[in-house]
Structures are given as structure tokens and as C-alpha cells.
């Protein structure tokens, strides 16, 4: 099956289970705020609008897109049961996580969980066995798993470490040779944040992973199995309360658009002190949002 059937039927059963969750004479969001939320492109949203409009679910006239009836079983399309990546599955779980203000101390019930997410349960079972690793999730002694993590406690000492990570990958990265690619990286960045920075009227949302970017190319200077580890679930944490936190998004990335690129002159510039300063001060950014972010979805 082609890629963009299977994104079109999850992105088809998905808008159908937010029929059912609004009930009979709500109207959907936008387009783009489908089109975010369930991950995938305009184009694919509006494909399956329009098969929602043509089954009689919705009303679709013009930007007013109405629930006309409740879906029914017989509605969700069969999607290929070839099992999501590990990296698709952290995502789902953290998208979970933070769209449903899911709190600390959650017990997490996998068999459900493994329906949600069209995994098998035993593959749940081992991602949630690696995330136990660090500290977001833990056996029960009863059987079962709960949730512990995204506290606020938890949001200083994962962006503490995160700080050590980072500065020194930037020591390491101011000493790499003039002709190591990650400097075409970081020209390349430059020049994404000022386009985005031009169009941050229309484009805000594109921050985050943007952001996601930015850190990955940093870090990608320290050849370390373990450090790259911690990488990935510190960048998935950041990314997704950065794309759920909405109240101030378009001003904070305006700021931290002007933060990443202060620090990508003194990356350019070769100065260390600099650099090490703006990423601090960045950083210390990064690590308020986050805790305010946390006490918005109240997950502290």
C-alpha cells in the first residue's frame, strides 16, 4: 500500500473519531489545525474532508465544515497492519501525553494503549521498558505500568542536563575543521530561521521543528552512542510542549528565533565565549518554557 493511502485512511479514521467526540452540529477546526494534529499535509486533510463530506458525515461549505451524523463502525477505513517505527511510536506517546493532559502518576493500560497506537502490546511493552530508563515510566508492583515523568521537577533536571549535553557539544563543534559539513548545516539553519523569521506572521507553528533542527545539528557534533540516546527523548519532550503550548507561541518563537541565531553567529564566528553564553542564555529560555508549559497541560 502507497504511504499516502496509509497517511490518507489514519488521517480519514482520525478526523472520523473527532466527529464522534464533538457530536451532531459542531463544527471541525481548520484545515491547518487538522492538518497539525493529525501530522500530516493540507492537501491530505482536505482529501479526506472531502470523503467525509460525500459519506454524509460532515457538511462541508466552504471554511465551515459541520458534523452532519455520527460516524459508524462500517465508516473507519482498514489501514495496513504493518506495525509504526520505534520513532513513530514515541511519537504517538508523547503526542498522547501532552494532548490529553495525561498527569504523573497515571497508570498506563497497555492493551489499550497498544489499540490506540496499532501496535502489538508486547512492542508497547518494550518502549515502555526503555523509557522506564529514564525515569518517565515505571513497573508497578501490582503488574502494569504508570506514568511518572513531565513533572516539574522532572522539566529542571532534564533541561540541566541537557545544558551540560549542549555546551559541550559546542566546544566540540567550535573545534571542528573548516571543511567539517556541519558548518553548511549551520548556514543552512541561518538561513531557514530568517525566512521564517519574515514569514512568522503565517508560519509560527513551523518553529518547533525548526527548533528540533537546530539542537539535533548541534549535538550531531559529539560522536557518542550514549549522549545521542538522551538526545532523541530530549528533543521529542521539547518538541511536543513547544507544539502544545499555544498561548504565546507566536511571541516566544519570535524570541527564541533570535536566540538560535545569535548563537549560530558565534558558532560562525568561531567564538567560544560567545557562543557558550548565548547557548546558556537560550537554554535558560528553553528550560522556563518548558516548566510553564508543564504547568499549563497541568502534568506537574
Not at 503488574?143 to 540541566?160: N, P, Q
Not at 567550535?174 to 519574515?198: F, G, K, M, S, T
Not at 518563537?253 to 547557548?279: F, P
Amino acid at each position: 500500500m502507497a504511504r499516502t493511502d496509509e497517511r490518507f485512511k489514519h488521517a480519514y479514521n482520525g478526523l472520523l473519531k473527532r466527529c464522534h467526540s464533538l457530536g451532531v452540529g459542531a463544527k471541525l477546526s481548520s484545515e491547518l489545525a487538522l492538518a497539525e494534529e493529525l501530522d500530516v499535509s493540507r492537501t491530505v486533510i482536505r482529501a479526506a474532508l472531502a470523503r467525509l463530506d460525500e459519506d454524509g458525515v460532515i457538511s462541508w461549505q466552504g471554511r465551515n465544515k459541520t458534523v452532519m451524523r455520527l460516524p459508524k463502525p462500517t465508516d473507519r477505513m482498514e489501514v495496513a497492519s504493518t506495525p509504526p517505527s520505534p520513532e513513530v511510536l514515541e511519537e504517538r506517546f508523547f503526542d498522547w501525553v501532552l494532548r490529553f493532559d495525561v498527569p504523573a502518576g497515571t497508570p498506563l493500560n497497555v492493551a489499550q494503549l497498544a489499540r490506540d497506537f496499532e501496535v502489538p502490546p508486547h512492542s508497547l511493552q518494550e518502549f515502555l521498558a526503555s523509557l522506564s530508563r529514564f525515569g518517565l515510566v515505571r513497573r508497578r508492583d501490582r503488574g502494569g505500568w504508570e506514568l511518572l515523568g513531565f513533572t516539574e521537577d522532572f522539566a529542571v533536571e532534564l533541561s540541566d542536563f541537557r545544558t551540560v549535553l549542549e555546551m559541550n557539544a559546542i566546544s566540540h563543534l567550535i573545534a571542528c575543521p573548516d571543511d567539517h559539513p556541519i558548518w553548511a548545516r549551520l548556514e543552512q539553519l541561518r538561513q531557514d530561521h530568517l525566512e521564517l523569521a519574515e514569514n512568522l506572521e503565517t508560519r509560527y507553528h513551523d518553529f518547533s521543528r525548526l527548533d528540533e533542527r537546530f539542537h539535533e545539528t548541534i549535538g550531531s557534533s559529539v560522536n557518542n552512542r550514549f549522549i545521542k540516546e538522551f538526545q532523541r527523548v530530549i528533543s521529542l519532550i521539547f518538541h511536543y510542549h513547544y507544539q502544545w503550548e499555544k498561548q504565546t507561541e507566536k511571541k516566544r518563537n519570535a524570541a527564541a528565533i533570535a536566540e538560535h541565531l545569535a548563537l549560530i553567529d558565534a558558532l560562525q564566528s568561531r567564538e567560544e565565549t560567545a557562543a557558550l553564553a548565548a547557548a546558556r542564555a537560550h537554554l535558560d529560555t528553553a528550560k522556563n518554557t518548558l516548566r510553564a508549559s508543564m504547568r499549563t497541560h497541568n502534568l506537574s
